[in-house]
């Protein structure tokens, strides 16, 4: 009985979650004190949960009247010239904090990459239709109205792998709406994109783990319970949201669009495991893809950076070579200062 009310508040807290979550703005007492990288960083959010920073000026928001509901026009971005740097889209854990990704973001803002962060919530992720799903396909409205990023390349924690299968799922949609166009949704995003990195990848099946642990990362009795709680939501809700967590799963193992990845995990990830990911380099290496691994024997699930900060950079700074995203030799002064915060 108290597992059943546990679960029911449970459940209360995250479906309400959504409606928690309110576009931030960062104070400018607050940007003063980010260091001088930061002071030239251009911030954009079209829409809630969708965080666009930039190292240029020429670039802002189409103007659109507060009552209007056109959400492309929200998306679409002016730039003032016809092309642009490599964008980097950032798919983050749940509930990670800005400051959490803010070092990945001045990474690649270091080395002149524009930044598109991307986030979901845990209840988003729980019922798919109304939450991951318009989540996935804001992001490829995003993509297709601003074709000017002609470089892409993709960055997932745990359950960004999730969404990009989510991804995968909308584009395979649109080319079936769409006919067959040439070139189709797949062909002309797969065009675009130049890599794919995935820190902690885990299966669907530990996503009741992974969320209860992002919910109640301290809190052993309280992640417990929400476990219980999402494995049974799972099995009673297949058809609203398991069926999709599944087919997504599947998009994402096939390998739909087949650019070279880097795949970081330990041995010691319970949620992420080792397992999981050597699996899956051994799929996507039988489609004939490159794939990059760097597997430590002892770091926590999303962590890696945190606890092998110099490795983590050396090999995402050797993958991004590899694809010709930098130079070989990169000698920009602006690189993140590698630091366990």
């Known amino acids: 009985m108290v597992l059943l009310r546990s679960a029911r ?21 607050v940007a003063a004190l980010q260091g001088p990288l930061l002071r030239y960083i251009h911030v ?5 949960g969708f965080e666009l920073s930039t190292n240029e000026e020429g670039i802002r928001l189409e103007k659109v009247e507060k009552q209007e509901a056109n959400k492309d026009k929200r998306l679409r971005l002016i730039h ?39 986030r979901t919530t845990p209840g988003q992720t729980l019922w798919p239709v109304k939450g991951s799903q318009l989540v996935a396909a804001d992001l490829v409205s995003f993509l297709e109205l601003n074709p000017q990023y002609d470089q892409l390349l993709i960055h997932g924690f745990s359950v960004g792998g999730y969404i990009w299968g989510e991804v995968l799922v909308r584009l395979t949609e649109l080319g079936i709406s769409r006919g067959s166009p040439s070139p189709t949704p797949y062909e002309a995003l797969a065009a675009r994109i ?18 209860a642990k992002a919910l109640f990362p301290n809190q ?12 049974y939501h799972m099995k009673v809700f297949h058809e609203k949201a398991t069926q999709h967590h599944i087919r997504a799963s599947q998009l994402f193992h096939s390998a739909a669009i087949r650019s070279p990845a880097l795949l970081l995990f330990s041995k010691s990830d319970p949620i992420g495991t080792a397992k999981a990911n050597i699996a899956l ?3 996507w290496t039988d489609f004939g893809i490159k794939v990059y691994t760097k597997c430590w024997e002892k770091s926590a699930h999303v962590a890696h950076y945190l606890n092998h ?10 993958f991004l070579q590899s694809i010709n995203l930098i130079p070989g030799e990169e000698k920009n002064k602006t690189k993140m200062k590698v630091t366990n915060v």
């Not at 954009?44 to 809630?48: N, Q, S, T, Y």
């Not at 900060?309 to 050797?318: F, K, M, N, Q, R």
């Open 309 to 318: 900060p110099h490795e983590y950079i050396a090999e995402v700074t050797s």
């Open 80 to 118: 003032e010239s016809k092309t642009r740097p490599p964008l980097i889209v950032l798919l983050p854990w749940l509930m990670s904090k800005p400051k959490h990704i803010k070092k990945f973001s001045n990474y690649y803002l270091g080395h002149g990459f524009d930044v598109l962060s991307v």
């Open 9 to 29: 508040f449970i459940h209360t807290v995250v479906t309400g979650i959504p409606k928690l979550i309110k576009e931030q703005v960062i104070p400018r007492h």
């Open 44 to 48: 954009l959010r079209p829409i809630p």
């Open 281 to 283: 380099h051994k799929e």
């Open 220 to 231: 052993n009795m309280l992640q417990n319970a929400l476990e219980s709680y999402a494995k």
């Open 194 to 211: 130049r890599g794919c990195i995935w820190d902690s990848a885990c299966e669907f099946t530990e996503l009741p783990r992974g969320v």
